[in-house]
């Protein structure tokens, strides 16, 4: 469901050197695959699984219904249940926090005119993508990247919803002469990272910036190396109190991992992170003194840290990755993500 998340609103080595998560995320869906044989220049094209009417179809059901019940007022729990029964992977932890943490957390959106990216080939559960401007009741518009998924005797659920950030673009896609995007397989060798190795590599940059081995292969941003320096400086500041600890990690999710072919012969890919951020009182005097932060009580059972706080975030994004060989760095351009879990002791 698309105002769940958005109203909260990535070397094989690189698994080795990021952190787990410490808490395991919902089971995952089976991830897709993608990349087929060429065919010749006469053969007929394979007809495609999702056709790009059903895409539609699928997409203005999703955001009808978002306007219906996303705007209702009060939300009743019939509400917040079909609103949640169609989001799944990430897109669904997020819902679920939404609604734990107020029952009128939804903010209503206009949507624009999507433009689809449906793959012609793929295997396991169907998806496609699409890319749509959303405005805010403010009147602020962004755009957000959507991925839909269908599994077998079920309805098409959102899998995830990201923001692209200000005044980016998304890339030309490789289409063919009717317009069906290509998709890729996790372990895809033509690119500089394979789509499964984004989210690992994201990871060790968002933890270690500069000095991680991460660098550059990823271009440095808010999403990469500003977390670093974040972390650096939150460190060093708990350090100084002498009465609390600070952590925080990151990891590659369990969510599946999505990439389509860009027009240079890259990719735009679909992925997504658990970062898992600790608070430990040193002296225990401390804890009746420090309160749970703000933007954690919602999903606090208490108000004050005794022990340990942990609070962990699912951050859904989107990544532009260079073919091999061009010397470029992959490129992180959109991202939405918000707390789901937080726990005291």
Same mark, same amino acid.
């Given at each position: 469901?698309?105002?769940?998340?958005?109203?909260?609103?990535?070397?094989?080595?690189?698994?080795?050197?990021?952190?787990?998560?410490g808490?395991?995320?919902?089971?995952?869906?089976?991830?897709?695959?993608?990349?087929?044989?060429?065919?010749?220049?006469a053969s007929?094209p394979?007809?495609?699984?999702?056709?790009?009417?059903e895409?539609?179809?699928?997409?203005?059901?999703?955001?009808?219904?978002d306007?219906?019940?996303?705007?209702?007022?009060?939300?009743?729990?019939?509400?917040?249940?079909?609103?949640?029964?169609?989001?799944r992977?990430?897109?669904?932890?997020?819902?679920?926090?939404?609604?734990?943490?107020?029952?009128e957390?939804?903010?209503?959106?206009?949507?624009?005119?999507?433009?689809?990216l449906?793959?012609?080939?793929?295997?396991?559960?169907?998806?496609?993508?699409a890319?749509?401007?959303?405005?805010?009741?403010?009147?602020?518009?962004?755009?957000?990247?959507l991925?839909?998924?269908?599994?077998?005797?079920?309805?098409?659920?959102?899998?995830?919803? &990201?923001?692209?950030?200000?005044?980016?673009? +998304?890339p030309?896609?490789?289409?063919d !002469?009717? *317009?069906? %995007?290509?998709? #890729?397989?996790?372990?895809?060798?033509?690119l500089?990272?394979?789509?499964?190795?984004?989210?690992?590599?994201?990871?060790?940059?968002?933890?270690?910036?500069?000095?991680g081995?991460?660098a550059g292969?990823?271009?440095e941003?808010?999403?990469?190396?500003?977390f670093?320096?974040?972390?650096?400086?939150r460190?060093?500041?708990?350090?100084?109190?002498?009465c609390l600890?600070?952590? &925080?990690?990151?990891?590659?999710s369990?969510? +599946?991992?999505?990439?389509?072919r860009? !027009?240079d *012969?890259g %990719?735009?890919? #679909?992925?997504?992170?658990?970062?898992?951020?600790?608070?430990?009182?040193?002296?225990?005097?401390c804890?009746s003194?420090?309160?749970?932060?703000?933007?954690?009580?919602?999903?606090?059972?208490?108000?004050?840290?005794?022990?340990?706080?942990?609070?962990?975030?699912?951050q859904?994004?989107?990544s532009?990755v260079?073919p091999?060989?061009s010397?470029?760095?992959?490129?992180?351009?959109?991202?939405?993500?918000?707390?789901?879990?937080?726990?005291?002791?």
């Amino acid at each position: 469901m698309l105002a769940l998340a958005l109203a909260l609103i990535t070397v094989t080595a690189a698994t080795a050197a990021c952190s787990g998560s410490g808490d395991a995320p919902p089971e995952r869906s089976p991830s897709p695959g993608g990349v087929t044989p060429a065919t010749s220049p006469a053969s007929v094209p394979t007809p495609p699984p999702v056709t790009l009417a059903e895409a539609e179809k699928a997409l203005a059901g999703v955001v009808g219904a978002d306007g219906v019940l996303g705007a209702a007022v009060p939300h009743l729990d019939a509400d917040r249940r079909l609103l949640q029964e169609q989001t799944r992977d990430g897109q669904e932890a997020l819902t679920a926090a939404a609604f734990n943490g107020s029952a009128e957390a939804l903010p209503h959106y206009t949507w624009g005119t999507p433009r689809l990216l449906v793959p012609r080939n793929q295997r396991g559960p169907l998806w496609f993508a699409a890319v749509v401007d959303r405005e805010e009741p403010s009147g602020r518009v962004r755009t957000a990247v959507l991925t839909l998924v269908r599994h077998d005797g079920e309805d098409w659920r959102v899998s995830s919803t &990201s923001l692209l950030d200000e005044g980016v673009r +998304p890339p030309e896609l490789a289409t063919d !002469a009717e *317009g069906y %995007a290509t998709a #890729l397989d996790e372990e895809d060798a033509s690119l500089a990272i394979s789509p499964r190795l984004m989210a690992p590599l994201h990871a060790t940059s968002a933890e270690e910036g500069e000095r991680g081995f991460a660098a550059g292969l990823i271009e440095e941003g808010p999403h990469t190396t500003g977390f670093a320096d974040e972390i650096t400086r939150r460190r060093e500041d708990e350090k100084a109190d002498d009465c609390l600890g600070y952590d &925080s990690i990151f990891a590659a999710s369990d969510y +599946p991992v999505h990439a389509l072919r860009t !027009a240079d *012969g890259g %990719a735009l890919v #679909l992925y997504s992170l658990i970062r898992t951020t600790t608070r430990t009182i040193r002296i225990t005097p401390c804890g009746s003194d420090i309160p749970v932060p703000p933007e954690a009580r919602k999903l606090a059972k208490e108000r004050f840290i005794l022990k340990e706080l942990r609070m962990v975030e699912t951050q859904l994004y989107v990544s532009t990755v260079p073919p091999k060989g061009s010397g470029r760095p992959a490129k992180v351009i959109g991202y939405l993500g918000g707390l789901t879990k937080v726990t005291t002791g």
